[in-house]
């Protein structure tokens, strides 16, 4: 495999290497797309807003999809390891990347927590004995 060419912004990268599979690549597009809010948000959605919320998921969709096409964009331009944290710091400032970085952290943090009390929703619906607060630990220690 030929080295990956190192843009001179970055002295210190390693150079990136294209190691997986089109198959690995829609499992990992999948699974970050599909999680255990998606169906209980998409439920109360829903129930609120009827079929309308179709229209509001296609043009979410759209948005998604042109973002993502402008990150592949800057990523075979300047291709290192950083997403969009570095693409910020390069084009508008070091800030910006920064402020970026953070905020998808949280944005992290406070989607896995979600993630577990969504999880502790729907167990408390198969075992509705069990605390809500087991589920969460259960789901967080594994």
């Given amino acids: 495999m030929t080295p990956v060419h190192r843009p001179p912004e970055f002295p210190n990268e390693q150079g990136l290497a294209r190691q997986l599979s089109s198959v690995q690549q829609t499992t990992m597009a999948l699974g970050g797309a599909i999680g255990t809010g998606l169906f209980l948000a998409s439920g109360l959605a829903v129930n609120v807003a009827g079929p309308a919320v179709i229209l509001s998921f296609i043009i979410v969709a759209l948005v998604s999809l042109l973002l993502g096409r402008a990150l592949a964009e800057m990523a075979v331009a300047h291709p290192t390891a950083g997403a969009f944290g570095v693409y910020a710091g390069m084009y508008l400032s070091p800030f910006a990347g920064y402020a970026v970085r953070v905020?998808?952290?949280?944005?992290?943090?406070?989607?896995?927590?979600?993630?577990?009390?969504?999880?502790?929703i729907y167990m408390a619906y198969w075992f509705p004995q069990v605390p809500g607060a087991v589920w969460v630990l259960a789901f967080a220690v594994m």
């Fill in 103 to 120: 905020s998808y952290w949280l944005m992290q943090v406070i989607a896995t927590g979600g993630q577990l009390v969504a999880a502790s």
